[in-house]
Structure formats: C-alpha cells, structure tokens
C-alpha cells in the first residue's frame, strides 16, 4: 500500500515586503484586516477580475488590428504568439520578485492598467496620423502592436507567480491546490473577459471606451487588493507611492475616456480629410461617407478601405457588371454590393426581370437608401420594384438557393486577401455559385488588385477554373493614385469573368453603352492582366486558403 505523502511543513514568511516591511504572522503568514477564509477569497476574486481585463486587452489588440491592418488570422497570430511567449518570460522575471509580492503586484497592475488601457488608442493615433508615411515607419503600426503584445504579455505572466506568493502568504496550502485555486479562478476570469468583450463592451462603449474603462477597473482591483489586504507589507513610503501612481494612472484613463469622442473625430479628419459627414460602427465594420458637399463627389470607406469615389466608382462598377450581362440576364444574383452600385449598373440592361442582392451589412444597405449623396449615386436601385434586398452570408445564401436559379451572379465581395473573405474566394463557393448557373449563365468575380497583388489574383482565377469554370481574366485601373488618406494605394482592379464554356470577353450589342467602357478597352484590360499571370497556383479550399492576406 501506498501511503500518501504528507504535506511538507510550512517554511517561514520572508522578513519583509520591501524596505521597512512589517514582517508577517507566526507560522509564515500576513497578518490580515480579515480573516484568513475572507482574504483567500478576495485574492482569488483580484485573480478573477485581473484574468477578465487581460483577455479583453488580448482581444482588444486582435479587433483593432483586424480593423486597421486587415487579415484576421494573421493579426490574431501575432498578438496571441507574441503575448504567450511574453507571459512565459514574465513568469519566470517575476520570480525575483516575490520577496517584495505585494509591492511588485501593485506596480505590475498600475503599469499593466495604463498600457492595456491606452493601447487601443496608441495604435489607432499611430494608423491615424502616421498610417501613410511609407519609407521606414510603413510598418510603424505593426511594430507597435507587436511592442503592445509583448508589453502586455510580460506583465500578464509576472501576475501569476505574485498572486501565488501573496495567497500562500494568507494560508500556507500544498502547492498543487494552491496552483488548482488560483487557475480556476484564472480561467473562469478568461471566460467572463473573453465574453463581455464582444458581448458588452464593443457594442456598449466602443473599443476605445471599452479599454479604457477596463484599465480602469484593472488599476482599481490591483491597488485596492495590495492596499486594502496587504498594505502591512509595505512601508508607509511604498504605500504613499502606490496609491499616487494608481492615481495618475486612473486621472489619464479619465482624461482619455472624457476625450476620446473629439480624439476619434479628429483620427478621422487625418484619416479621411474634413469632409466626414457619416460615421457609423456596425456589428461588422466602421462606414465612413465623405465628400457631397462644395460639389466633391461621395466616397464610402468600408473599415478604412475606400469601396467607392466619384468617377473611379463607375469605372470599377462597369467593369465588374457589364461583360458578365452578355447573354441571358433576366435574373441577376449580387453578392454584397449593399451599396446598390452595382445593382444600377445591372438595372441598365434591358431584359432584367429580378436583381436579388445580398448585401453583407444590413446598415450599409440602410445608408445606400437614405443617404441623399450616396443614394443618388446608385440612381435609387434599391428601391427599384425588380430588386430584392437581404442581408446575411453569401455563402448560406448560395447553400439555400434551388438550382439554375440565376443567369448572372456579381461577386462585389471584399478583396480575397482578406481571411474574413477568402471562404467566399473558395473552391467549394465557386462550386456554390455553378450549382445556381441557369444555361448559358456566367459569373465575374472581382478578385483584387491584379498588378499589385498578383498572387492573390491568379489564385482567384485558378480557383474558379477548378470549381469547372472556364474563365476570361481582366483588368482596370482608375485615376492616379492620390495621397493622404486609407485605401488610395490601389487603383487596380482586378476580375474574372466565368462559365461553364467559354465566356468571351466583350460588351452586350444590344445593351446600352458604358461610359468608361469599350470592347476594345476590354481586350487591352485582358491583355494587361495576362502579363501580370502567376502560373501553376493551386486553388483555394475552405480548409486549406492560399491568399497571402
């Protein structure tokens, strides 16, 4: 038989926590304002609450990167690896300073409250007003978050081994019920940050609010919890000096918090110039309507990238529709396109009998009908008896939809490079879309600059072509590009038009006329976007997406 193991006698308490510290109880323990039972609890509820705000700095991170860098995948990667890695080297500083526990985790919890708490504004000053730099600082925004991430993941992990210290400090416990403990308490803190986030505070407050106030609650939990519980341990300086940082840590967190309405409007005003006159955060994505006024022409950002401006609208949104209207037209699928741009287009060609447009935001569709400027540029098609509007996921839709249901289906989708896309991009949606093809039905895809991003482009197209489509690529390109403002780098656009036989590049005859549209312009378009050609690319799969992102 095997005998359990006895617990090894508890060692002494170490002198002090910091110069002049008081020293703890008789038999290795602080002599606490409550009781033993009661301190545990409030350590463990410290280790809570502080688990929920570190979490919803991790997430904060991801969702403003997402926004202004793109690539969801590849931002989560970086903020998550890079902040993991960051709470091992923490941990294993932090193990120098668990004679001084108490003062070490209120410092620790005051820097780790203004860092989390400020970070999301940092980065979007830094995108703001430095995002258009170019040379050395192009890669400014990314460095700063990768400086966050690192910043943040070192104090997190300095948490776990001072928490561990000070609750042994309360009652001396065998070290694996001790490490039990403070992990539940850990992880259900997780949850609950890792649920408010998307839940609560995005929608509430905003994500610079939102961390705001959770450096705030952070500042107050670890001071309170070193101040109120342990306060014996530090000297009557070190406490004097804690509660002074903690107070200038919650005075700029105030500060910030009672500013950050003007300090958006004015992020925006460098972002997209004086002309705002809508800004709107939806359940999916930031819109921005500028322009309309002194007789300069709307231009809609979606997520900082512009969708649509003036005479470059309509170039793009010819390009897209019209070679795909050659042939059977009468019932027209638009994938996004909430905008009504391109359902105007197709609402142009005779023979149309129904437009189904399935836009991704429910607001942008509300902002493309009631907005005098932008509903004026769509020429109203929304409203038009033969259109139908939902909202929702393409890719559902498509699912639902009967066989043969359309003779034209528009993908007006956000570029593939984006990850948040790229099942729209993909084999099995391609194979979606073949399904709903009546005979003689043809799709055009708009896959994404051509010349700048290449790869992505002639992966959109081998997709296409192993989904058992044959396919015309082309492009079109718009004005010189402009400075001074997000998603004026590209005025390339890139597109593939597909079917089941050979599509023909060309222009209804008996259609009306583009304005920025020829079919001798169109076979320039297809041999300029040959000479851009990546050969050999293999398609991209629901599991397994090949765009660069």
């Not at 036989?501 to 076979?523: E, F, H, K, N, Q």
Request: overall charge positive; some cysteine; charged content about 20%.
């Amino acid at each position: 038989m095997i005998e359990p193991k006895a617990p090894a006698p508890p060692r002494a308490a170490p002198p002090g926590d910091g110069p002049g510290g008081t020293g703890g109880a008789p038999g290795g323990c602080v002599r606490l304002p409550v009781r033993q039972g009661t301190g545990r609890f409030l350590v463990l509820a410290g280790v809570f609450v502080c688990a929920a705000c570190g979490l919803v700095y991790e997430l904060e991170l991801v969702a403003l990167a997402t926004y202004l860098m793109g690539d969801s995948v590849t931002q989560a990667s970086v903020v998550l690896s890079v902040m993991v890695f960051a709470m091992g080297i923490g941990s294993l500083a932090a193990k120098r300073l668990r004679r001084h526990a108490a003062a070490a985790f209120g410092a620790v919890e005051a820097v780790l409250a203004l860092l989390g708490g400020g970070s999301a504004m940092a980065l979007y000053a830094v995108f703001a007003w430095t995002g258009d730099w170019g040379g050395p600082w192009a890669a400014g925004p990314r460095v700063l978050l990768v400086a966050f991430s690192l910043a943040i993941g070192l104090l997190i992990g300095a948490e776990v081994p001072l928490l561990m210290e000070l609750i042994q400090r309360i009652r001396r416990q065998d070290a694996g019920g001790a490490v039990a403990d403070l992990f539940a308490a850990d992880y259900v803190g997780a949850l609950v940050g890792g649920l408010a986030f998307p839940f609560l505070l995005l929608p509430l407050l905003g994500q610079l609010t939102g961390a705001l106030i959770t450096g705030a609650v952070n500042a107050v939990v670890g001071g309170a919890l070193v101040l109120g519980l342990f306060r014996q341990d530090l000297t009557r300086r070190a406490r004097r000096l804690l509660v002074a940082v903690n107070a200038c840590v919650l005075v700029v967190l105030a500060s910030a918090a009672v500013l950050v309405d003007d300090f958006e409007r004015a992020a925006r005003h460098a972002l997209y110039g004086a002309d705002v006159r809508v800004a709107l955060r939806t359940d999916t994505q930031e819109v921005v309507l500028t322009g309309s006024r002194d007789g300069r022409p709307p231009a809609l950002y979606l997520d900082g990238r512009l969708r649509a401006e003036g005479p470059d609208e309509r170039r793009y949104h010819e390009a897209l529709v019209h070679p795909a209207m050659t042939g059977p037209h009468a019932r027209v699928l638009v994938l996004g396109g909430g905008d009504g741009l391109a359902a105007r287009e197709v609402l142009r060609h005779p023979g149309v009998h129904r437009v189904d447009v399935v836009g991704l935001d429910a607001d942008v569709v509300r902002l493309a009908r009631r907005d005098p400027a932008l509903s004026a540029l769509n020429e109203r098609a929304l409203d038009d008896p033969r259109v139908r509007v939902s909202t929702g996921d393409a890719f559902g839709r498509l699912r639902g939809a009967p066989p043969a249901a359309y003779d034209v289906v528009v993908s007006d989708l956000p570029r593939p490079g984006n990850t948040t896309s790229a099942k729209l991009y993909s084999q099995e949606f391609y194979g979606l879309v073949r399904r709903v093809l009546g005979p003689g039905g043809r799709l055009v895809v708009h896959g994404g600059p051509a010349a700048a991003r290449p790869h992505d482009f002639w992966t959109v197209e081998a997709t296409l072509r192993a989904a058992g489509l044959r396919t015309a690529p082309y492009r079109t390109s718009g004005r010189p590009a402009e400075t001074g403002g997000p998603g004026r780098a590209s005025r390339d656009w890139g597109f593939v038009l597909a079917a089941r036989t050979d599509p023909g590049l060309r222009l209804d005859p008996s259609g009306p006329r583009p304005r920025t549209l020829t079919d001798a312009s169109l076979a320039a378009d297809a041999r300029a976007a040959a000479r851009t050609r990546v050969p050999g690319l293999p398609p991209s799969t629901l599991v397994h997406p090949r765009y660069a992102g």
